[in-house]
């Protein structure tokens, strides 16, 4: 039996905000396993190390994950699902702008990625998943490329942004992002927000701003005449 859908972190009220990252709630199994995993690959882990952590017998661990590679998909769908909302309510929060909606979403990629690194470290042992599981990955994961794609393709076709290929930028700009667990360390010196800040730079400047937009002025009335 696997039951995937234990309450584990945040998954992302209505009303969350995007920017804001609550210290990461697993389940004792979950929490063990993202440990096992990171010091030991996928490979390397085994249920026996991760049930003698959490203090349950090996049977038991099995009533709430049928296998390794179930707990391993339930830890990789949790990090999706919170990429994703956190990717939509960044685009959701600035409705008639697509250039904000695309400093929103590059933000809220990248403090995923910094605050999430663990989770988000576990996209390098996807080839370990059986094909059922490596698809739904594979769609949690569209979800957040086609919000950025869309929003890529809409500015340049409005001619906000100058990309020739903006699809292809926009899946460049994920592959950046991703990048950054497998340098990025919490006690290092910047902090995910300053690094948020300098991948929007970049970002910004792939498709053609140089600087960094603002909020519109406020329109003006016009006088009546007497």
Known sequence: MDRRNEPTSPAGEPGSDWRVFEPLELTPILAAALEVFQENGFHGATVRDISRRV??????????????????????????????????????????????????????IVLHMAHRRQLAT????????????????????????????????TGAREGIFTPKEPAETARALLGMCQAIVRWYRPDGPLTPDELAERYVDIALMTVGLSRRPGPRPPRRRKARVA
């Open 55 to 108: 203090g349950l017998t090996v049977p038991s661990l099995y009533y709430h994950h049928e296998s390794k590679e179930g707990i391993f998909a339930a830890l990789l769908d949790l990090g999706t699902g919170e990429a994703a909302w956190r990717v939509r309510a960044a685009a959701d929060a600035a409705p008639g702008r697509v250039d904000l909606q695309f400093v929103n979403v590059i933000q809220a």
């Open 122 to 153: 576990l996209d390098n042992e996807l080839r370990h998943l059986s094909p059922e599981n490596r698809q739904h990955y594979a769609e949690r994961r569209k979800e957040v490329e086609n919000v950025l794609s869309g929003i890529v393709e």
